[in-house]
């Protein structure tokens, strides 16, 4: 789902809310009483929903409902299935049950507010049921009617409060629509003039998502999930975000989706790759050992994330090994990863000057390319013309003298990780003769003198890879300041080692570990 295509939706008054089905029986009555009937069993059917298991989820609503309304077991089906969506939102496959689940859902939950106009759980209900569709609406890129649907919410959750001002879920969805009200670009606030709807407030929406966080039971889990879209997209505290999503995870550690979406967070708007790929390894290793639901799904993921961060830091040979991994799985979902799978593989073949297994993987992922582009990173709405890209693979034929000089210096950089010091300075040579620009290779070459105790010839080479550090991946150049102190607060050039440190310690899209290893050695400095 995208920034703008959610916004146009909830600022017309998106909220989400609960969500499944049982047996027809009329609600009870409620004698007054304020909040949510048979609330205890909801929240536990609630939290399977975030937990992912979804196969336990039938035998918890029967449990549910009897005490609380069968309609609220209806909006909580719904939602299992919204949550089952996102775990792979480019297929179709689940569209149709959904599609029946939630129409059922707002027919029923509809058919209550008519019986009962006064009973604040009716509308409630109604307003979630809405919700369980609008974001699959905005998803299926139906904006019209994912706007009406949200106008549909805020008069049901608006009509709730006012039965029940203590309904604290409810709030959250109305919180959602002033916030985005406010927040919303030109083409939202003119939707919201066509719709008649009033505008919002920034701090007010925020106050009453918090409240409803805070206070309410049934949708604290689903309000930590689209605050952290909050801070992420448009209070830009991505810190807070990933809290947010870590708490999730901590709560219901069998989810992939959390951990899926930190490990894009780190990328996308952190760019912090070895973080990303940390996260995106501690991913594999739960869905190897069968520690999160759909597991074998959760793999795929992990192995394309790891991939694109392998590649970022150009170590195209070990990326290779989890895209073979995918290959020889054929999976069938994400939708559209196999296709994926070879069309970066194509791309790594290429990369290391291997052009007859390039053009095998990109006519592979040209057959089985899906028709419209598919998500790359959910966080960032990156898509992926699979189809195009694999056309371009095929049709360009890559630098021999580039390429082959990039698989020496990947070459030479395992030889120096085996301390084959004389083979390793060897080949890193003939890397640059080749190709005497790249920063890549003479980082590489840099760590081989260094090792090598040749200290004035490894900051010639770091300075070399600084001097073009925009064509460097950043966790490199992060490490070149860092290795250049190291050797001038050796060498008790302080000064210059200051400077290093500092460049080290700020550098965008450094790793975390490079930043925090200067930030020691400057207050060591300092003393």
């Not at 109305?174 to 719709?195: N, Q, W």
């Not at 395992?414 to 980082?443: C, F, K, M, S, V």
């Amino acid at each position: 789902m995208t920034r703008a295509g959610l916004l146009v939706a909830l600022v017309a008054g998106l909220a989400v809310a609960p969500a499944a089905q049982t047996r027809p029986v009329p609600a009870p009555a409620r004698n007054g009483a304020s909040g949510l009937r048979g609330e205890a069993g909801l929240v536990r059917a609630y939290d399977l929903i975030l937990d992912a298991r979804f196969e336990a989820l039938e035998a918890q609503l029967r449990v549910a409902c009897g005490p609380a309304p069968v309609e609220a077991c209806h909006v909580l089906a719904a939602t299992a299935l919204w949550w089952r969506i996102q775990l792979d939102p480019d297929s179709r496959a689940l569209d149709e049950e959904f599609s029946t689940a939630v129409e059922l859902a707002i027919r029923t939950t509809d058919a209550w507010t008519v019986r009962a106009p006064d009973d604040a759980e009716a509308w409630f209900y109604l307003g979630g049921a809405h919700a369980a569709r609008v974001q699959w609406l905005v998803l299926r890129e139906e904006r019209l009617a994912a706007a009406r649907d949200g106008k549909r919410i805020k008069d049901a959750l608006e009509r709730a409060l006012v039965l029940d001002p203590d309904l604290d879920d409810a709030y959250f969805g109305i919180g959602l629509y002033r916030y985005y009200a406010d927040v919303a670009p030109t083409v939202a606030k003119v939707l919201r003039f066509l719709l008649l709807l009033p505008g919002g407030s920034r701090e007010e929406g925020l106050a009453q998502m918090v409240r409803a966080r805070t206070n309410g039971r049934l949708l604290k889990g689903e309000a930590d999930y689209q605050l952290q879209m909050i801070y992420l997209w448009y209070e830009h505290e991505t810190g807070r975000a990933l809290e947010l999503l870590r708490e999730l995870g901590r709560e219901h550690p069998r989810n992939p989706i959390f951990p899926m979406q930190m490990a894009e967070i780190e990328d996308v708007y952190q760019h912090d790759v070895m973080a990303s790929l940390e996260s995106w390894r501690r991913l594999l290793t739960l869905a190897r050992s069968d520690r999160v639901n759909a597991a074998a799904l959760a793999e795929v993921r992990a192995r394309l994330g790891l991939a694109r961060q392998l590649e970022a830091v150009a170590l195209t040979d070990e990326a290779i090994d989890h895209l073979e991994r995918i290959v020889a799985r054929a999976p069938n979902a994400p939708h559209g990863s196999l296709a994926l799978a070879y069309l970066r593989l194509g791309q790594a073949h290429d990369r290391l000057h291997a052009r007859a297994d390039a053009l095998a993987a990109y006519r592979e992922a040209a057959r089985l390319a899906p028709a419209a582009p598919v998500a790359l990173a959910t966080s960032s709405g990156e898509r992926v013309n699979i189809r195009r890209e694999a056309a371009d693979g095929l049709r360009r034929t890559p630098d021999a003298r580039r390429a082959e000089a990039f698989r020496l210096s990947l070459d030479g950089w395992r030889q120096l990780e085996r301390e084959d010091l004389p083979a390793a300075a060897e080949t890193l040579a003939h890397a640059l003769a080749l190709n005497p620009q790249d920063p890549i290779a003479r980082y590489r070459y840099g760590r081989v003198l260094q090792a090598s105790r040749d200290d004035a010839g490894a900051l010639v080479q770091y300075e070399q890879t600084l001097s073009h550090a925009r064509r460097a991946p950043a966790v490199i150049v992060g490490e070149a300041y860092l290795e250049t102190a190291r050797l001038h607060e050796r060498a008790s050039r302080r000064d210059q080692a200051v400077s290093a440190y500092r460049a080290a310690s700020t550098w965008f899209g450094a790793s975390t570990d490079t930043q925090r290893a200067a930030a020691r050695a400057l207050a060591r400095l300092a003393q």
